[in-house]
């Protein structure tokens, strides 16, 4: 199953102020693309060209780093996309979400504190998540395009932290752009449906 470049879920003045036409353009149309050309390279090279990206991620990590990083954040961006929209973000969320982030997180107010910090502290690139391990939400970070497949979990929401995804509108100030992010972009609908997903 040969790596695609999705489309955007929207057009690239959407997310302005909170991230930029510039910005949309260069991570979507120069970064993702990379990933999956170079992905569906090294994938028909390694002998998995047919299998799914969840599949090429898991069975890569540890064994094939180049093709690892570029399934990976394949993965992680098809994701990304979605997990962003016009008017997103806010305290607003789907009742089920908003229980389990009371249950497992310590409330909306913490959840946004600690994936923040999550991303703040994550040294040079990389990701934060929340996931869902052992049927409870968890904040973690990862390294590169690491994410929490490869740990036993399931991502239902990420934020990418590698400079190119903030630094045009930005600049050093990654705290602002996951501020941003929380509070202006996520597509809560996504999440509750990644959350429905993984808790089956």
């Keep these: ?94 009742g089920k979400l908003q229980a389990a982030i009371d249950s497992d997180l310590g409330g909306y107010d913490k959840f946004k504190a600690d994936l923040i910090a999550a991303g703040t502290t994550q040294f040079g690139s990389g990701w934060a998540w929340v996931s869902v391990k052992d049927g409870k939400l968890v904040i973690s970070k990862t390294p590169n395009g690491e994410n929490p497949l490869v740990h036993g979990a399931d991502p239902i929401l990420g934020v990418d932290v590698w400079e190119h995804s903030y630094y045009i509108d930005y600049r050093n100030a990654r705290p602002k752009y996951l501020e941003a992010f929380v509070d202006s972009l996520i597509n809560w609908d996504y999440v509750l449906e990644r959350y429905e997903a993984a808790t089956k």
């Design 1 to 94: 199953m040969a790596f695609e470049l999705p489309e955007l879920p929207y057009d690239y003045e959407a997310l302005s102020p909170y991230m930029s036409k510039e910005t949309l353009e260069f991570h979507h149309d120069k970064h993702h693309k990379a990933y999956v050309d170079t992905g569906n390279k090294l994938a028909a090279e390694a002998g998995m060209g047919d299998l799914s990206v969840e599949e090429v991620v898991k069975k890569s990590f540890g064994t094939h780093q180049t093709l690892f990083n570029n399934a990976a954040q394949h993965y992680n961006h098809i994701h990304f996309w979605k997990w962003m929209k016009k008017g997103g973000g806010g305290t607003s969320l789907p």
